[in-house]
């Protein structure tokens, strides 16, 4: 069974910068993509960044600030958070799909406060 986790979310003070990683367990099948996905209090989940089938994308409020590294062959991705600010607080999610299944990790935290 595939099993995402996250890890290296925490608190920080506004302008400070987080690396996120997740890892893969258990995989069979390739994934076609991975991603990053945040949910904040009360909204729905929106898409960070997604690296797969050769392309990158970020999310309109993240782009020149996030940075979305390794990929699904490795079973591994990674997400540098610079010039963090209290609106990046919420819990950030990895996700994979391979061409059956779309998984979830578990989420971490990440809050920005002075």
């Known amino acids: ?3 995402l986790e996250e890890s290296g979310g925490g608190l920080v003070h506004p302008g400070e910068s ?3 990683h997740c890892a893969a367990f258990g ?10 996905y945040l949910q904040a209090p009360v909204q729905q989940r929106v898409l960070v960044a997604m690296v797969g089938n050769g392309k990158t994308i970020y999310g309109d409020s993240v782009k020149g600030r996030f ?3 390794g990929e699904g062959a490795e079973n591994t991705i990674y997400l540098q958070m610079n010039s963090l600010t209290a609106e990046d ?3 950030y999610y990895c996700y994979a799909n391979d061409i059956t299944h779309h998984y979830w990790g578990q ?6 406060s002075s």
């Open 107 to 112: 989420g971490t935290q990440v809050t920005v």
């Open 89 to 91: 607080t919420a819990v």
């Open 67 to 69: 940075t979305i590294s």
């Open 27 to 36: 995989v069979i099948l390739s994934f076609n993509a991975m991603a990053w």
């Open 1 to 3: 069974q595939v099993r």
């Open 18 to 20: 987080l690396r996120l």
